[in-house]
């Protein structure tokens, strides 16, 4: 059940990455102008890359390759990194205040998905 439950978490992100390269480039003559602190084009470049990496990841996950024990928790630890680097070069100080919650989210979602990639936790139980 934990396994399924990460396999969808890990869907998911790969999906709103998607997601954000499709709204990032429909938004692109708007951002220019006004001049992000992050570059639209490269935040366009990142957000295709974490697709493609979450999206690698699911199918890694449903063809049970063992290396993804290891894989999805540094992904994760290294996801949340990158999102609050993109809070801290943001220009409002509400955005640079969830750095935080941000922080403890993918600290417990990296935990979590430890524990339930473990070979006895991913076991059925007879």
Do not use: D
Not at 107 to 125: E, I
């Amino acid at each position: 059940m934990a396994v399924t439950i990460i396999r969808w978490g890990v869907f998911i992100l790969g999906g709103v990455q998607g997601w954000q390269v499709w709204a990032i480039s429909q938004q692109m003559a708007v951002l220019r102008p006004l001049s992000p602190s992050f570059p639209p084009e490269t935040r366009l470049v990142l957000a295709a890359v974490w697709c493609l990496i979450w999206l690698g990841l699911v199918l890694a996950l449903w063809q049970r390759r063992p290396w993804t024990r290891w894989a999805v928790p540094v992904t994760i630890l290294l996801y949340t990194t990158y999102h609050l680097l993109l809070l801290a070069t943001a220009v409002s100080p509400y955005a640079q205040g969830g750095w935080t919650g941000n922080l403890l989210l993918g600290v417990a979602a990296a935990g979590f998905t430890t524990w339930a990639l473990k070979p006895s936790a991913s076991q059925p139980v007879s």
